[in-house]
């Protein structure tokens, strides 16, 4: 037997019903021999108790309690009113059906948050009287009756059910009795339902409308199904057969794979769960596709119909010559020769091919990228210049790096059109990626590239050259000075900015570049590339780029290095491009070190030459006798003196400074110590020599917090300083 329950529709809810006590009939018929009418009387109880939310919402000297009370089938029905006074705790009413008679009794009582009733019912009699068809002997026939409880603005209805099991037995006077004993419950076990077309994964392939059917069980009935396409209800029936076989209909859906469910409910309003059929509505249409005449598509072909809703993939494939320039359609273009898409009504695409441009393009090409100096009063940052290296092939794809603030960021799997123009993202861990726009081609007969790097808030051009690893007229041994230049925002003040001078050697083999760096504040750095290709008569180029500082700090430029008439050729900052990108030199704050305040793009003005080592019993100057000067590094005064050059070593003439300085005629390196005038400590010297026609030696030494000009000039001129 299962329990009673009630189903509750809550309008507002001062209330809240816990459980249902009692429910019991007794049902007494009398039968007229001969006749086919029952008079009927009924006596029944039923109690609930229920949880007031707020006790004192419910007043009983101003708020009207309904109670309405129906049992189909013996249409018996009534109503109280309850007008009472806001002290009483309980009482007890009498209920009356329609017709004003009384045939029952209500009591309400409350206590505390708690209100309980109880109905007692002694003779419920029908308004007229009801024909029944009754079955001679023993039976049992299930009945229902709906009720709904009202107290205040809270309201709530049910649907019970009971059997009810007769006996006949013959009366007096000719008169049959048949006793009814009655035990109510309540329905709580929801239906089950099943769906018997379509069947799993059926293809329907005729419009709609489509007819669903099943078969659905209950205790007592189902009175409705409802039908589901996906989340949305598309409708009801109640085309439910005794035998619990039901009908539905479907009069819309849309093409593709669908997702359909149905559900039952019950004459209690218990709802089952749903079932689901997984169905596809095949409609076909037409594919409009266009293929270039430099290449082929598999996959599908123009006009074929396919099938909409349903996912498709082409593949286009150039022809010898040719490259694939991307799938273009009314809303977007994709650079994968694989493309996977999904039919739809109209759809149209193009596979574009166009000259493969990649023959003399394909290779690793390398090069910079930092704020333009036309737009930007900062010519650069760490957090938006740095290094870019990338390796085409012959037909059109890529990958590379680049690297900046300390990271390096690798990339892969883009692609260039045959106009030479890649668009791609690089990831960044933590961060926006970089968007990378480049363009590549020929220029003057030189394979380079110019683009952008970007990552939503700064933009900064970018410009690449294609490394030329080969035998070259450019190969060898160089040295080089940086001369120092101003800084962002600072005053030409050797105790604001190092104005001592850089220097450097490059070693070029077979296209691979070496290249050291000695900063004027201590810092020195190696890097490898390429050499850039250019055309003879523009000389080559090579991108120099380090990340100092752990990211907070770099060094960024091109060296230049160009055919001579001399027969020592020349390297130089390069400043040729269509904006002058000088060297730069960022120093971020420290607490250690020289200018712990640190500075922002101090220009590097890059000078050198092919490095020659003198013969035998020769020296890398014009001349033996040379002059030497020290300035800045703490100097309260320059210091300018004489000197005799040998092959290996500098001799001051008038050796106050107690100076040691030697010189590697093989490297060109410069090395030694003097006595500071001021400080009065051995101080070092670090330099090079640069051989251009007469020869020059640049550098620096380090005082107590300044950095300290150190040169070697046969003509005593001391350029620059």
Do not use: C
């Not at 009370?69 to 007890?92: D, L, M, Q, Y």
């Not at 270039?292 to 598509?297: E, L, N």
């Not at 809703?309 to 010559?321: Q, V």
């Amino acid at each position: 037997m299962k329990k009673l329950v009630l189903l509750w529709l809550i309008i507002l809810a001062p209330i809240e019903v816990l459980a249902v006590d009692s429910f019991k009939f007794t049902e007494r018929l009398v039968d007229t021999v001969g006749a086919a009418d029952i008079k009927t009387t009924v006596s029944a109880s039923i109690g609930a108790s229920f949880t007031l939310a707020n006790p004192t919402a419910i007043s009983f000297a101003d708020t009207n309690t309904v109670w309405s009370f129906n049992i189909n089938g013996f249409g018996a029905e009534g109503t109280i009113a309850v007008a009472h006074p806001r002290t009483a705790t309980s009482f007890t009413i009498p209920f009356k059906n329609s017709a004003e008679k009384q045939v029952g009794t209500v009591t309400f009582a409350r206590v505390g948050s708690m209100l309980n009733f109880t109905a007692n019912f002694t003779d419920l009699m029908p308004n007229s009287i009801v024909t029944r068809s009754l079955t001679a002997g023993n039976g049992v026939e299930a009945h229902a009756f709906e009720f709904t409880i009202a107290v205040g603005s809270a309201r709530f209805t049910g649907t019970a059910f009971y059997k009810a099991t007769k006996t006949s037995t013959p009366g007096a006077g000719g008169t049959t009795l048949r006793n009814y004993s009655v035990a109510g419950e309540m329905d709580t076990t929801k239906p089950t339902i099943t769906i018997t077309s379509p069947t799993a994964n059926q293809r329907l392939l005729t419009d709609p409308p489509y007819l669903l059917t099943g078969k659905t069980a209950d205790t007592y009935g189902v009175r409705e199904v409802r039908v589901y396409v996906g989340t949305e209800r598309v409708g009801e029936s109640s085309n439910i057969a005794s035998n619990g076989v039901w009908q539905a209909q479907i009069n819309a859906l849309d093409a593709g794979p669908q997702t359909i469910s149905v559900e039952g409910v019950d004459l209690a309003g218990n709802v089952s769960a749903r079932a689901t059929v997984k169905v596809t509505r095949v409609v076909t249409a037409p594919l409009n596709l266009a293929v270039d005449a430099g290449g082929t598509v598999t996959g599908a072909t123009n006009a074929q119909r396919l099938e909409l809703g349903k996912s498709y993939t082409l593949r286009a494939m150039p022809k010898a010559g040719f490259i694939f320039d991307g799938w273009v359609s009314a809303t977007a273009t994709n650079m994968n020769p694989s493309l996977t898409f999904t039919m739809t009504n109209g759809l149209s695409l193009h596979a574009a091919f166009g000259t493969n441009i990649y023959s003399v393009l394909n290779g690793t090409m390398a090069g910079l990228f930092r704020p333009d100096p036309l737009e930007s009063p900062v010519l650069g940052m760490p957090t938006n210049s740095g290094y870019f290296t990338i390796s085409l092939t012959a037909n059109g794809g890529a990958s590379g790096k680049i690297v900046m603030a300390g990271t390096t960021l690798p990339f892969s799997g883009a692609v260039f059109d045959s106009h030479g123009f890649g668009q791609f993202l690089v990831k960044r861990t933590g961060k926006t990626p970089l968007s990378v726009m480049l363009s590549v081609g020929v220029v003057w007969g030189v394979p380079t590239g110019f683009g952008l790097v970007s990552d939503g808030t700064f933009e900064s051009p970018l410009r690449v050259d294609l490394m030329h690893r080969a035998n070259h007229s450019f190969d060898g041994y160089y040295t080089f000075a940086a001369v120092p230049g101003s800084a962002s925002g600072l005053q030409r003040d050797p105790a604001v900015v190092p104005l001592g001078y850089g220097f450097g050697t490059v070693t070029i083999a077979f296209g691979v570049v070496q290249v050291t760096v000695n900063l004027p504040d201590g810092t020195s750095f190696i890097t490898s590339t390429a050499l850039g290709y250019r055309a003879t008569d523009f000389g080559a180029r090579v991108p120099i780029y380090a990340s100092l500082q752990g990211g907070k700090g770099m060094y960024i430029g091109w060296l230049l290095f160009t055919p001579s008439v001399t027969p020592i050729q020349s390297v130089k900052g390069d400043t040729s491009n269509t904006r002058p990108y000088p060297f730069t030199w960022t120093k971020a704050p420290s607490a250690t070190g020289y200018y712990t305040n640190g500075f922002t793009n101090m220009l590097q003005e890059i000078y050198g030459t092919l490095y020659v080592a003198p013969s035998p019993g020769q020296v890398a100057f014009q001349s033996t006798n040379v002059f030497v000067k020290f300035q800045y590094g703490n100097l309260k005064s320059n210091v300018v003196t004489s000197a005799v050059a040998s092959r290996t070593s500098i001799g001051l003439t008038n050796n106050l400074l107690q100076a040691r300085i030697q010189l590697n005629p093989n490297t060109g390196a410069v090395t030694g110590t003097f006595k500071h005038p001021d400080t009065e400590l051995t101080t070092k010297i670090n330099a090079v020599v640069v051989r251009n026609p007469i020869g020059f030696v640049f550098g620096y030494f380090l005082g107590t917090n300044q950095a300290g000009y150190f040169a070697v000039d046969p003509e005593g001129i001391f350029e620059g300083n």
